[in-house]
């Protein structure tokens, strides 16, 4: 629940920072028009959101006596955080499907190393597989806003490459991660 709710505030807090800088803005979906187009409460919902998180995160690591997975989890949260900061955020770059990969897959590791599971290959290999689901899901999404996006001048897969390859890239890391996460569940 704790990672839901910081990824929640990320998500929040990507919406303020495309709103500000002109993306994402034809979304009827989003957190800036849920609140009224109004940027201090959608930034304020984030922090409480990231707030509660992060505190409930620091709790159960305390409870479990795991403090240690922080080292891991902290430079992922300021990946998360530089993603959307700042006039350059790491999403309107080239890095920006890396940047996720490696969080997501990140927060798998993390995520099986409070579940006290072994290490060995199938930590490396679900961090692999989640890393390549949330960047499926991510292109998933940007053929339609490839107009947008290209405006503000996010270098997004999808503005990169155009739509066709971007759905081919999304079936490709989709099979991936199906691939992957059944042969980690059956072998």
Known sequence: FAVV??????NLFND????????????????????NQNLSVVTLHGWVSFVAGGLLGLVTLVWLEK?????IALPLIGLGYLYNSGQ????????GEWVTAICY???????WLVSSQELGSAIILGSLSFGSLAVALLLAHQPCQIDTDCR?????????????KTYQMVRVLFFFFFVIWHFLLFV
Not at 105 to 111: H, N, Q, Y
């Open 5 to 10: 709710l910081v990824q929640h505030a990320i």
């Open 16 to 35: 303020v920072a495309d709103w500000k800088l002109g993306a994402d803005v034809e979304k009827w979906d989003s957190w800036v028009r849920f609140h």
């Open 67 to 71: 403090l240690w997975i922080m080292l």
């Open 88 to 95: 350059k955020p790491l999403s309107y770059s080239r890095s």
């Open 105 to 111: 897959g990140g927060v798998f590791s993390c995520l």
């Open 152 to 164: 503000v001048n996010k270098r997004t897969f999808a503005v990169r490459f155009g739509k066709e």
